[in-house]
């Protein structure tokens, strides 16, 4: 990603803070589960959500939401 790209999403994504543990852990759990082609997009956006300074200490809750949201996708026919 270029750099003032990945600045401009840092800036983007900081002044929606609040969202930032969610996006993060999310994005976290659907790499561990999900596509593997997709886990890189997927760990680049949590890489982005902490760098606009996501709450480190709620992350870890949403990661199980991620984990199973690719379970739930993998049951639905």
Do not use: C, F
Not at 47 to 53: F, H, I, M, P, T
Not at 61 to 74: K, L, M, P, Y
Request: net charge positive; charged share 25%.
């Amino acid at each position: 990603m270029h750099s003032r790209t990945r600045a401009w999403l840092v800036r983007k994504l900081h002044d929606a803070t609040a969202a930032g543990p969610e996006l993060a852990g999310v994005s976290l759990g659907l790499a561990e589960g999900g596509i593997p082609s997709l886990a890189p997009r997927y760990r680049a956006e949590a890489e982005l959500a902490r760098a606009a300074g996501a709450d480190e200490g709620q992350i870890g809750q949403w990661i199980e939401v991620g984990r199973n949201r690719t379970g739930q996708a993998r049951l639905t026919p």
